[in-house]
């Protein structure tokens, strides 16, 4: 299967520390997105790492994604309580439909 | 503010009856797609359209599910006959023209489905 497979399933850490997320998947991938599920509502779209990039940041997120170990990461710095949420990956295959990883629920305690 | 819009929000309803989820897409999307997510199998694709056209239906069983769109500012996904088992979170995500090779999908609130 395509879909991403994320670690750990669930994390918890105070506000402040940082936060890694990984996503391992098994075939080749066009590109990398992360999304954000806060509870009860819809995802939405954080940050995108094409096949060809190996680092990108967007504001306290940096995703790494290493094609020849067919993984990524995601870490978020400085975390703050509203940071609590599920966090997961998707990957883009070949007939451009994004399929999602099985998430991680972060939670962060003031 | 742009978003994608889908209603009803909730609905409960029994075994048996016919459901009609909607979905507004973001004006100028050319792309939609239909999510099912629950605890037990997390976030599954069920159908996906571009330009109004059906371009993968794999994931949708055929037997009850259908999915369409009448116009580029509406789609739909109906149910019939609805089962307990379709009991989920239905997730409508729309994107731009150019596919999501490069582009996100932007997703809405989402219809919250009970069947007794």
């Known amino acids: 299967s395509q879909q991403g497979e994320e670690d750990p399933q669930a994390l918890s850490i105070q506000e402040g520390e940082n936060a890694t997320m990984n996503c391992s998947y098994k075939?080749?991938?066009?590109?990398l997105q992360w999304y954000r599920q806060n509870s009860g509502r819809g995802l939405v779209h954080l940050i995108l790492i094409r096949s060809n990039e190996r680092e990108k940041h967007s504001g306290r997120l940096r995703v790494t994604l290493d094609t020849s170990k067919k993984s990524s990461s995601l870490l978020i710095t400085a975390s703050r309580a509203a940071d609590t949420a599920s966090y997961f990956c998707a990957l883009l295959d070949n007939t451009d439909k994004l399929i999602f990883g099985t998430g991680t629920r972060l939670q962060v305690f003031p | 503010d742009a978003r994608v819009t889908q209603t009803p929000r909730h609905k409960v309803t029994e075994m048996g009856q016919e459901v009609t989820m909607r979905c507004q897409p973001i004006?100028?999307?050319?792309?939609v797609f239909w999510y099912r997510q629950t605890m037990m199998q997390g976030l599954e694709l069920l159908a996906y359209?571009?330009?109004?056209?059906?371009?993968?239906d794999s994931g949708m069983p055929k037997d009850r599910f259908s999915a369409e769109m009448p116009d580029a500012t509406l789609a739909t996904l109906k149910i019939q006959p609805s089962e307990p088992r379709d009991s989920a979170v239905y997730f409508c995500?729309?994107?731009?023209?150019?596919?999501?090779?490069?582009?996100?999908?932007?997703f809405g609130p989402g219809t919250r489905l009970t069947v007794l």
């Open positions: 075939t080749s991938i066009n590109n």
């Open positions: 004006l100028g999307h050319n792309t």
């Open positions: 995500a729309s994107g731009p023209p150019g596919g999501t090779g490069n582009n996100e999908q932007f």
């Open positions: 359209f571009r330009n109004r056209a059906p371009l993968d």
